[in-house]
């Protein structure tokens, strides 16, 4: 539900970044969201599809990197993947496993077209 | 000849290097234009540029958060965010602690900002037990952010009350605080959701989850990043329990997988067990941060 709230974070990121950076139209947009980001990618995809329209990002292909939950094992000491917070140890089947990665939602970079 | 490289062999060699990448930094807005491997840029040659930002989405409201949490400290506020379902208590259980505060540290300001999606009820509700209070409605918002607690913050009477004075003055303070002023307690109230006020930091000293026991005891399992999040978990409408399967040792042990140093109270709001230990709680780590000060 709130990825409608991030979606329209990241359309005013890429609009500051197109007034400092002056370019008025994006070809390609990189994002991340790890496994543990709390965000639902084809909700975001369906967010960001409805509000680009009339902004610079319209028409841009849009790529979603899906990095894995990344955590370590405090009874094993290992460094597992995990796909929520709530999994134990996928090796020791342990538990608490500490969040190490994989929990950020980023804009990485854009394809812009020159003026 | 190439214009590119200005060899006499343009045919020779393939497409060059796009244009170097500009490295922006976007909070201070640098710019850096020898990132490429040719280390310089060459406008005009390519129909597109790769513009790296490399920042979190949430950034923008952390900064916020971060805002709101320097003007806490610096007001002697301690601010607690409060989120469960709608219905597990929330406003209920501000109401009582209003009254039970109000016996317990008279003088001790208190304010609380509701939100909503619509509506000001609940708003309405605290004022009537006896503490200022700001609504603020998010329409179709499924979570306060840090930008509208900062807002409502400013329009507190919590605010002018930590300042001492009579005066109406501007954001930016030239004058710094006394610690030995009162310190204050802020409560917000989140939007009814175990879902999304998880991901956005408002400032506040410490999130707070209510569960109540008419929800299923198997909700730290299923809402791992609500309860992640939380400093303290409280399980209420324990006057119930009689009455429905609620494992809490279970419940408790479920919560400490996905966050082993949760704190955990159990109470009822509207029969006033566990209050108590609440009320420590509440004004144990107030009293740590005023130590820290």
Redesign the interface.
Known sequence: ??EL??AD??V??VE??AV??H?KRV?TLRLEAGA?A?VEVPALRFALNAIVPGTCLEGAQIYIDQPPGRAWCVRCGAEVTIT???D?CPLCDG??VQVTGGS???????????D | MCIVCGCNNPEDHGAHEPAAPVVLDPSAGDLHYGTGTARASVPGLSQTRTVKLEADVLSANQRLANRNRAHFTAHGVTAYNLMSSPGAGKTTLLCATIEALRRRTPDLPLAVIEGDQQTRLDAERIRAAGAPAIQVNTGRGCHLDAQMVGDAFARLDLHAQAHHHGHRHEHAHEHTHDHNSPEALLFIENVGNLVCPALWDLGEAAKVVILSVTEGDDKPLKYPDMFAAATLMLINKIDLLPYVNFDVARCIDDARRVNPGIAVLQLSATRGEGMQAWLDWLLRKEAAQQARS
């Open positions: 539900m709130h709230s991030l974070e990241i005013r990121m500051a970044a400092r950076e370019f070809a543990l709390g929520s917070r709530a134990p538990y608490p950020e939602l980023r804009v990485l970079d854009l394809v812009v077209l020159n």
